[in-house]
């Protein structure tokens, strides 16, 4: 049996296990308020209620979920700055060609948007005055113009005048002189013919209308910078072939009409004489200077210059007969009476003989008006009579009214006969 | 106190500490607000209560997407193509021209195929032109622009916007550009108002009838009735200077550089005698008198202008009229040379000229003598302005307007 003091021992020893266990509890919950500045214990008072402490906790409860970024959008490409705009592209990859139909178009229309040259002018403005801002304007246009190309040539590489790109989609002319060459080199020739029309106009505008004689010559360096950069976006034989070409596109009719009625020729033929007609001949610079120039030269006269070699090169590579025939057919006396032959649905043959009845006429004059044993009345009726017999004859192949016609030249032509090319 | 007596008192800490550690170990009741991070509170037992703060984090995490390249918009079906530039927000204006550029492409390309027998046998061709060839060769690219660049629309699925649109900007012209804005915008209405009316009358072929011009007349009135109405007295005065078809005389002196006063002044002048501006016909049965009225007109305008003018300011003015000084003073303002040296270069051309003419009605020379004097002028006068003008400018002169400068001429 327990005595008092083996309990009270007993009961110690449970009071010291439970007051233990007390603090330690306390003491945690202390150290856990402490580590987190909002678990406060803190006294309230609730009203109508006993409130001894307010225990304040915080939980945090995560969530995550995953979704695709935001796809590419233009907007990240596209910037006001074109040379931005251009890294950016290429940045994605994008080919060439494509950043050149982005970029071009995007610069054309930027360069429009500039300083419009009809801004309106004062009304009272002298000559001066005019004058002065005319050429400011022209000035300013000539250096956008010069900024654009170089800003092109910059960002995509090429410089082609937005205008010569659409001329060679658009016209079939060009695309059947030139198209022996591959796009890019003919839109690189165009862009350097193209090139000297800025600076030819700035020639002709500084010259003010004026003929100088000293423009002349810059015309003449700024068409042999011309050829040079030509030549160097062409090979040697491409650009044989170009300038041939070109000088052949000189001549009469090479896309309307018929040209060398009555000659037999072969291609091969036909590009030697053409090499022999242009041989020698300054004729780009010629053309240049007409063209920017205030002298008065007919673009015109310029394919039909021959030099002093050709006719003796020509009869060599044709024979006689046909150089003759090359020669008629180039005659504007042929040309005449081969369109009323044609009119009339008649034979080509029809128009050789009318017109080889009119040299004959001619030449007999000729040898009348040489002949000094005749008096002036008898080389006059003389002279009536072969004229009468001539437009019988042509009469006869080309019927009354285009006979009549034609034989009234002659008739004239007859009474000079020095002054007719034989 | 005995030992039993402590016991008790023991055993009744027992009792109390016991209580104590159940109280303890109890778990606390927590009771959640539907709030996300709302505090709630509850009253836990009686004498407890809890707060709690619930917070929700919501994490998102974004895949990363491999960076764009063109091949992900690019397409050889172009339709498929457009549709992927418009995913990204491409501008419908570049898809346009991207798309165009392709189509572009695909035609040079075929074009070069469908020419290629045409170049080989171009100069056989050219022998006697290319007119039959270039009808044949318009038909095969007019089917092959078809099938290529004039697909562009149906491929967009819409044509171009028409630009001109809006880019319809005000041009104010400049006749009104004393007036402010909103009066020059609603003469221009007026313009725009009447110009329909015009083009409203009935189509006329050949010579404009009487009743048309009589038509024309009456809308002219009506238009300057209405636009004078909405002026004030200064304002109508300026208009009436500025509509005057003497308006433009100022501007075409050369050298003269008037100002807007003085080129006021020389409307009004020459609006006062109109008639010394009139023509004269020849054949005009009356030709004499209308003439002689004319020249009288002239006279006395010239007298108004002496009157208007210093004396100074009208030499000027009349050397501005004359050919000759014009085109030496475009020699002067090509080689930027002040306007005294062609006023310089223009007396001296006065004086040589002078000298000829005087020459010229010498009878007591012989041809030669005259001939000799006349070249030893023209030589002078050369000297003279070669020095005046310099070798460059002197040359130019002699080629455009000096050519009397030349010898034997």
């Given at each position: 049996?327990?005595?008092?003091?083996?309990?009270?021992?007993?009961?110690?020893?449970?009071?010291?296990?439970?007051?233990?266990?007390?603090?330690?509890?306390?003491?945690?919950?202390?150290?856990?308020?402490?580590?987190?500045?909002?678990?406060?214990?803190?006294?309230?008072?609730?009203?109508?209620?006993?409130?001894?402490?307010?225990?304040?906790?915080?939980?945090?409860?995560?969530?995550?979920?995953?979704?695709?970024?935001?796809?590419?959008?233009?907007?990240?490409?596209?910037?006001?700055?074109?040379?931005?705009?251009?890294?950016?592209?290429?940045?994605?990859?994008?080919?060439?060609?494509?950043?050149?139909?982005?970029?071009?178009?995007?610069?054309?229309?930027?360069?429009?948007?500039?300083?419009?040259?009809?801004?309106?002018?004062?009304?009272?403005?002298?000559?001066?005055?005019?004058?002065?801002?005319?050429?400011?304007?022209?000035?300013?246009?000539?250096?956008?113009?010069?900024?654009?190309?170089?800003?092109?040539?910059?960002?995509?590489?090429?410089?082609?005048?937005?205008?010569?790109?659409?001329?060679?989609?658009?016209?079939?002319?060009?695309?059947?002189?030139?198209?022996?060459?591959?796009?890019?080199?003919?839109?690189?020739?165009?862009?350097?013919?193209?090139?000297?029309?800025?600076?030819?106009?700035?020639?002709?505008?500084?010259?003010?209308?004026?003929?100088?004689?000293?423009?002349?010559?810059?015309?003449?360096?700024?068409?042999?910078?011309?050829?040079?950069?030509?030549?160097?976006?062409?090979?040697?034989?491409?650009?044989?072939?170009?300038?041939?070409?070109?000088?052949?596109?000189?001549?009469?009719?090479?896309?309307?009409?018929?040209?060398?009625?009555?000659?037999?020729?072969?291609?091969?033929?036909?590009r030697e004489l053409i090499r022999q007609a242009s041989s020698g001949q300054n004729w780009v610079e010629d053309m240049v200077v007409a063209g920017f120039g205030e002298q008065s030269t007919d673009i015109d006269d310029i394919g039909k210059r021959r030099p002093e070699t050709f006719d003796a090169e020509a009869r060599a590579l044709l024979g006689d007969t046909r150089y003759a025939a090359y020669q008629r057919s180039r005659d504007e006396a042929f040309t005449e009476v081969l369109g009323m032959a044609k009119n009339q649905k008649l034979p080509v043959d029809s128009a050789i003989r009318a017109y080889d009845i009119r040299l004959t006429a001619i030449e007999e004059a000729r040898r009348l008006f040489a002949n000094d044993t005749l008096t002036p009345d008898q080389r006059k009726a003389a002279l009536a009579e072969m004229q009468q017999a001539t437009a019988q004859a042509v009469q006869q192949i080309l019927g009354q009214k285009d006979g009549e016609r034609y034989a009234r030249t002659i008739r004239d032509a007859m009474k000079s006969p020095g002054n007719q090319t034989r | 106190m005995t030992a039993a007596k402590f016991a008790v008192v023991s055993l009744l800490l027992n009792v109390v500490l016991t209580f104590g550690v159940w109280r303890a170990s109890r778990p606390p009741r927590l009771v959640e607000d539907a709030g996300s991070s709302a505090e709630s509170s509850t009253v836990v037992g009686v004498n407890v209560r809890i707060q709690t703060n619930l917070t929700r984090l919501e994490v998102t995490f974004t895949n990363e997407l491999p960076p764009f390249h063109w091949e992900q918009v690019q397409s050889d079906e172009l339709t498929d193509y457009v549709a992927n530039l418009r995913g990204t927000g491409c501008p419908e204006e570049t898809i346009r021209d991207i798309i165009r550029g392709e189509l572009v492409e695909q035609f040079l390309a075929r074009r070069r195929v469908l020419l290629e027998p045409w170049q080989r046998r171009y100069w056989d061709l050219a022998v006697h032109g290319l007119g039959e060839t270039k009808k044949l060769v318009k038909a095969e690219i007019g089917k092959l622009e078809e099938q290529t660049v004039n697909r562009l629309d149906e491929i967009l699925g819409s044509p171009a916007k028409d630009s001109s649109e809006n880019e319809k900007k005000w041009h104010p012209d400049a006749r009104w550009s004393y007036l402010p804005e909103a009066k020059q915008r609603e003469i221009a209405a007026l313009n725009d108002k009447f110009e329909l009316v015009e083009a409203a009358l009935p189509a006329e072929k050949g010579r404009r009838s009487p009743e048309r011009t009589a038509k024309l007349k009456e809308i002219q009135q009506q238009r300057e009735s209405a636009i004078q109405s909405l002026l004030t007295p200064e304002e109508l005065a300026e208009h009436k200077l500025r509509t005057s078809r003497h308006a433009y005389v100022g501007r075409g002196l050369t050298g003269f550089d008037a100002t807007p006063e003085e080129m006021r002044t020389l409307t009004r002048v020459y609006d006062q005698f109109s008639a010394a501006s009139e023509s004269v016909n020849r054949k005009d049965p009356d030709y004499q008198a209308k003439d002689a009225a004319r020249k009288e007109a002239q006279r006395q305008r010239d007298e108004a202008l002496k009157a208007q003018f210093d004396p100074e300011r009208y030499a000027d003015l009349k050397r501005a009229q004359d050919g000759g000084f014009q085109e030496i003073f475009r020699v002067a303002e090509r080689y930027d040379l002040p306007r005294e040296t062609a006023v310089q270069v223009d007396d001296l051309r006065r004086i040589s000229q002078e000298h000829a003419r005087k020459l010229s009605a010498n009878r007591a020379l012989s041809d030669e003598q005259r001939a000799e004097l006349l070249r030893a002028i023209q030589d002078e006068t050369r000297a003279a302005i070669r020095q005046s003008f310099g070798e460059q400018a002197a040359r130019t002169y002699e080629r455009n307007g000096g050519e009397w400068l030349r010898k034997g001429q």
């Open positions: 049996m327990l005595n008092a003091r083996s309990i009270l021992i007993l009961s110690l020893g449970a009071n010291l296990l439970l007051g233990g266990w007390l603090l330690a509890k306390s003491s945690r919950r202390g150290a856990a308020a402490s580590a987190s500045p909002t678990n406060v214990i803190a006294p309230v008072i609730s009203p109508g209620r006993q409130a001894l402490r307010v225990l304040r906790t915080n939980l945090v409860e995560f969530s995550t979920n995953t979704v695709d970024a935001p796809g590419f959008r233009w907007s990240q490409l596209e910037t006001n700055d074109f040379r931005a705009y251009a890294a950016n592209l290429r940045g994605v990859g994008c080919p060439e060609n494509t950043l050149r139909h982005i970029i071009v178009p995007d610069v054309e229309k930027a360069f429009r948007a500039g300083p419009e040259d009809d801004e309106t002018a004062p009304f009272w403005e002298n000559a001066s005055q005019t004058s002065a801002r005319n050429l400011a304007g022209q000035r300013r246009k000539h250096a956008q113009e010069a900024e654009k190309r170089a800003l092109l040539r910059e960002l995509v590489g090429v410089d082609w005048p937005v205008e010569t790109y659409e001329l060679w989609i658009d016209e079939e002319e060009p695309a059947l002189a030139l198209g022996y060459l591959p796009d890019a080199k003919v839109l690189g020739l165009l862009a350097v013919i193209e090139s000297i029309a800025p600076a030819g106009d700035a020639i002709k505008r500084e010259a003010r209308g004026l003929d100088i004689e000293e423009d002349a010559e810059k015309l003449r360096a700024l068409a042999q910078s011309m050829q040079r950069a030509a030549l160097a976006v062409l090979s040697p034989a491409e650009a044989e072939e170009f300038l041939l070409r070109c000088y052949d596109a000189l001549q009469d009719d090479l896309f309307d009409g018929d040209r060398h009625v009555g000659v037999e020729m072969t291609g091969v033929e036909y | -």
